[in-house]
């Protein structure tokens, strides 16, 4: 049974810290390339970040680069976004997908966890 299972989420104050866990099980999480999304209301879903499945490749949105910092642990199967300096804008559902082309093209996403930015 294949699960991605966010936490980490919560209300924070304009300029704090939050790190986002995602913990994967059921299906082989190094080979996957692991991505957070985020929608906030009446807005669609947009990328945050991605992670290569071998961690050496990641890739942010404009708006959060320089204060957010995707990673993994492949022993762990754990994907993570550290997310400094965060801003109201920066509220919204997270979500964890988990996607891979190899050898067949699989995608998931997990439930969300909530991210609230008010001061």
């Known amino acids: 049974q294949v699960q991605l299972v966010e936490s980490g989420g919560g209300l924070v104050q304009p300029g704090e810290s939050l790190r986002l866990s995602c913990a994967a099980s059921?299906?082989?999480?190094?080979?996957?390339?692991m991505r957070w999304h985020r929608q906030a209301p009446g807005k669609e879903r947009e990328l945050v970040a991605g992670i290569g499945s071998s961690d050496t490749s990641t890739n942010y949105a404009d708006s959060v680069k320089g204060r957010f910092t995707i990673s993994r642990d492949n022993a762990k199967n754990t994907a993570y976004l550290q997310m400094n300096s965060l801003k109201p804008e920066d509220t919204a559902v997270y979500f964890c997908?988990?996607?891979?082309?190899?050898?067949?093209?699989?995608?998931?996403w997990g439930q969300g966890t909530q991210v609230t930015v008010s001061s």
């Open positions: 059921g299906f082989a999480f190094s080979m996957y390339a």
């Open positions: 997908n988990a996607r891979t082309n190899f050898p067949h093209f699989r995608d998931y």
